[in-house]
């Protein structure tokens, strides 16, 4: 259980194209999905967190514009990178809290299996 | 603001062998979570162990086991009888109280699996 569902896995895309990014919860509720980048050899670090129903909270540094967070169900949440450059090449993972287990404050996040973006 | 350090790039054991990631953190909170999660190739993260910061027992489970030392701020991994699937990328991560559910990720630990 708990599977969350990242689609594409890869993509490649050219410079000053957008490019969206899902994040599906498979077989559960999901009111909060979290994104985050993941430079090589490096930890993740949260960009945003998205809640269903209401704008994303993005982390300082983070430019709310360039990518934009939708979270219009309780089983889909969005990423979409708008005017790609290169240095938005990264790896994207996104994660999913259980709405059910909403009361267990040890319950871990789900993550989706990623997806690297190259823009050439 | 929180932070964790994991001070190892790269371990490296050999298979059936114990060995024991480190991980400290840095927290001004007195009720907070623990977790090391586990990242193989295929990228995708996968939840190793648990701990509550209000539980002084040490969490278990099968062959992962960690050393909570509140006091010290220190949350070590161990994994004993090693295998060459737990050959991953491990991350510690901190998460605040209620109400949050931002998680702190450490650098990530490299651990390799010689058989």
């Known amino acids: 259980g708990a599977v969350v569902s990242q689609h594409p896995s890869w993509v490649i895309c050219k410079s000053g194209t957008s490019v969206k990014i899902e994040c599906r919860s498979l077989?559960?509720?999901?009111?909060?999905m979290f994104w985050y980048r993941q430079f090589p050899k490096q930890s993740l670090m949260l960009m945003a967190t998205?809640?269903?129903?209401?704008?994303?909270?993005?982390e300082q540094g983070v430019e709310k514009d360039k990518f934009l967070i939708n979270h219009a169900s309780l089983t889909l949440s969005t990423l979409t990178v708008t005017s790609a450059h290169p240095e938005d090449s990264s790896f994207y993972i996104c994660?999913?809290?259980?709405?059910?287990?909403?009361?267990?404050?040890?319950?871990?996040?789900?993550f989706g299996n990623g997806t690297r973006l190259t823009v050439t | 603001a929180q932070t964790v350090t994991q001070s190892q790039p790269e371990m490296s054991v050999q298979e059936a062998e114990t060995v024991t990631l480190s991980c400290t953190y840095d927290?001004?909170?007195?009720?907070?979570?623990l977790f090391w999660y586990k990242q193989p190739p295929s990228r995708q993260m996968i939840l190793v162990i648990r701990?509550?910061?209000?539980?002084?027992q040490n969490a278990t489970e099968n062959r992962f086991s960690v050393n909570f030392q509140k006091a010290a701020k220190s949350f070590s991994l161990k994994i004993s009888d090693s295998q060459l699937g737990d050959a991953a990328m491990y991350f510690c991560?901190?998460?605040?109280?209620?109400?949050?559910?931002?998680?702190?990720f450490g650098t990530g630990t490299r651990l390799k699996v010689l058989a």
């Open positions: 927290t001004s909170e007195s009720d907070y979570y």
């Open positions: 991560a901190y998460r605040s109280p209620p109400g949050t559910y931002k998680y702190i």
């Open positions: 701990q509550e910061a209000y539980k002084q």
């Open positions: 994660s999913a809290r259980d709405r059910l287990q909403s009361g267990a404050y040890n319950s871990p996040l789900h």
């Open positions: 077989d559960f509720q999901a009111t909060t």
């Open positions: 998205s809640n269903e129903g209401s704008k994303a909270t993005y």
